[in-house]
């Protein structure tokens, strides 16, 4: 899956990669509201495992917004 600023050609942008685990964590974190704990717990990792993917992931996501850069979701190792 790839997210872009409209009008402009994928090709023509830089890319970020953002991993599956990064939106895991980013989507029970942010979206569902669970605690770091809580999201490790269901994921079958660390806190601090999370803590990493949840930093990283939003970097990404920030970048990608405000730099325009194409956000890639990487769905390799998804089932």
Same mark, same amino acid.
């Given at each position: 899956?790839?997210?872009?600023?409209?009008?402009?050609?994928?090709?023509?942008? +830089?890319?970020? $990669?953002?991993?599956?685990?990064?939106?895991?964590?980013?989507? =029970?974190? #942010? %979206?569902?509201? *669970?605690?770091?704990?809580?999201?490790?717990?269901?994921?079958?990792?660390?806190?601090?495992?999370? +803590?990493?993917? $949840?930093?990283?992931?939003?970097?990404?996501?920030?970048?990608? =917004?405000? #730099? %325009?850069?194409? *956000?890639?979701?990487?769905?390799?190792?998804?089932?």
């Amino acid at each position: 899956m790839v997210m872009k600023p409209a009008g402009v050609p994928t090709k023509e942008l +830089q890319k970020i $990669v953002l991993e599956i685990d990064e939106l895991e964590a980013l989507h =029970l974190c #942010d %979206g569902e509201g *669970l605690s770091q704990a809580a999201a490790g717990e269901r994921m079958g990792i660390s806190r601090g495992t999370v +803590q990493r993917l $949840v930093t990283c992931g939003r970097n990404k996501l920030i970048s990608a =917004l405000v #730099d %325009g850069k194409a *956000l890639v979701v990487n769905q390799q190792g998804a089932p």
